[in-house]
């Protein structure tokens, strides 16, 4: 079994009136009053402790009928915002950190109030958020491709309630202790990523590029275009300039959802996962937009790739992709191809699609990088690799992430 830690945010599109989000822009005031006025108070009573601090978000709240509407939480939690700013600005001087050392400043823009555990509630199914404090915004829709209903609700944490470029969300924060029984599959893949399909694995297997991606990419160019266009400074301009802004998040929230989706598939079918590590192969620049959008959706799932492997208990491994498209998976031999060559053909009699091919060769160099791991570990005995030994090593492993 793998045990991980962690805290998961899951972000939603909140849906609701017109008039439910000028109360929502309330909130957001309220907690930005909240924290400007418990910095001031640190201020002026230098020297005065946490629970002085505290305590002034309960007097505030008698004192200010909008301090006093919102939740009790969220206003200590705005308050811990001017808390850790302080706190921040203490550590920085300590550490005697060069120039501004960032003493904490009054906010004028906030963006985003936070819930604790308590002024809001959920809804059955899980779908409607209702805010439930002296604000009283009602009902919302939640908007989303993820799933609450896979979390407890002592496990959510907080609710940030954020104003975007392109609406309101609230992005739930979830404390999870990840106990996830890791089915061993004995299966091991190679991973090669290309802008031919998302990925090719070293079963010979694909998994396309998502078209919404291709056509994100077209809809991003479009309005960036429509920027160049208008006139600096005018309204029209601010106003594409928006819109674009709206086009990247779209774009990025759905890069997000497929890293997510496809590493975990990933992971769950297999027991050991070498990937090309592509930072290295990043440090390529290139400025093509569908290319710089793959890349970018590329490294999320990277992200993700390793994380999951450490919550299922899973081998991941990423290799430096010198030389796999170039080798022969089956002899080694250097078979050399230009980027148009997409049948890899060698004179040991290894004919294989290029990807297929180079999925092939990242999985032998993970498994060999993998030994190395094991063998300073003192997993000596493992050095061979049917998948039979496979699977010992990644019972070796797991039990040692247990102990
Ligand atoms: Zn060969």
Redesign the pocket.
């Known amino acids: 079994m793998g045990y991980h830690h962690c805290m998961i945010v899951i972000e939603f599109k909140l849906k609701g009136k017109a008039q439910q989000y000028r109360v929502i822009d309330e909130m957001i005031r309220a907690a930005q009053f909240v924290r400007n006025k418990t910095l001031k108070y640190w201020i002026e009573n230098q020297g005065c402790k946490l629970v002085d601090l505290y305590k002034q978000c309960a007097i505030m709240a008698k004192e200010f009928e909008w301090a006093g509407k919102l939740n009790s939480m969220a206003r200590q939690a705005s308050a811990q915002r001017a808390i850790f700013a302080i706190q921040r600005f203490f550590a920085n001087c300590k550490a005697k950190k060069p120039g501004k050392k960032g003493f904490p400043l009054f906010k004028k823009h906030t963006r985003s109030v936070e819930y604790k555990t308590t002024g809001w509630a959920l809804s059955a199914d899980k779908r409607c958020l209702t805010f439930k404090d002296g604000f009283a915004a009602g009902k919302f829709k939640l908007v989303g491709s993820r799933d609450l209903h896979y979390y407890a609700p002592d496990e959510i944490k907080r609710i940030r309630v954020i104003r975007g470029a392109d609406g309101y969300f609230a992005q739930f924060c979830i404390n999870v202790e990840r106990k996830e029984e890791s089915v061993l599959t004995g299966e091991a893949v190679g991973i090669d990523v290309g802008l031919n399909h998302f990925y090719t694995d070293s079963n010979g297997d694909t998994v396309p590029n998502p078209r919404y991606l291709r056509k994100s990419a077209k809809a991003l160019r479009r309005a960036q275009k429509r920027v160049s266009r208008k006139k600096k400074g005018s309204r029209n301009r601010k106003k594409a300039v928006n819109e674009l802004g709206r086009k990247h998040l779209k774009v990025s929230r759905q890069r997000k959802d497929f890293a997510i989706k496809t590493a975990l598939c990933v992971v769950k079918s297999s027991d050991f996962v070498a990937y090309e590590d592509l930072q290295v192969k990043n440090m390529i620049k290139n400025r093509k937009l569908a290319k710089s959008i793959s890349d970018a959706a590329w490294s999320q799932f990277a992200q993700w790739l390793e994380y999951y492997g450490k919550v299922y208990g899973k081998i991941v491994v990423a290799v430096p992709p010198q030389y796999t498209s170039q080798n022969?998976s089956?002899?080694?031999?250097l078979?050399k191809k230009t980027l148009s060559t997409r049948t890899h053909i060698?004179?040991?009699g290894?004919v294989l699609d290029r990807d297929h091919n180079a999925g092939r060769n990242i999985l032998a160099k993970g498994l060999k990088q993998a030994a190395i791991n094991l063998n300073t570990v003192g997993h000596t005995e493992i050095n061979a690799f049917g998948q039979s030994d496979l699977y010992l090593l990644v019972a070796a492993s797991t039990s040692k992430s247990t102990d």
């Open positions: 022969c089956g002899c080694g031999n078979v060698c004179g040991c290894t």
